[in-house]
């Protein structure tokens, strides 16, 4: 399984952006039944679960991004998304997608987020 994230970028706070994720070298019934996850990681800090989405299609959010950040998927596309809204300099980081399989985990490259407040 490969992932490619993109859209990531630079923006002013209040700005926003969607984060994108394709996934490849995976077949739909597998992608589709995958648990869904973003995770971002700022300098000198642990990488966090920003949202999931799991396989049963429920939806969890660290409570800072709650009200502004969407998890979703489209499985015929294999792709996975993250919007963001009303973004904070505390929102910059590397930010990585996450498919979790019934066998193992796949991370996306990363890509970067900037906020300038």
């Known amino acids: 399984v490969q992932l490619q994230a993109s859209g990531g970028g630079s923006v002013q706070a209040g700005g926003s952006l969607k984060l994108s994720c394709a996934a490849s070298r995976i077949i739909l019934s597998e992608f589709s039944s995958s648990r869904m996850g973003w995770y971002r990681q700022a300098p000198g800090k642990q990488r966090e679960l920003v949202a999931e989405l799991t396989s049963g299609g429920s939806t969890n959010y660290e409570d800072s991004v709650k009200g502004r950040f969407t998890i979703s998927k489209y499985n015929a596309r294999k792709m996975v998304y993250l919007q963001m809204n009303r973004l904070q300099p505390e929102d910059t980081a590397v930010y990585y997608c996450?498919?979790?399989?019934?066998?193992?985990?796949?991370w996306g490259q990363g890509t970067q987020v900037t906020v300038s407040s």
């Open positions: 996450n498919v979790e399989t019934s066998t193992r985990d796949y």
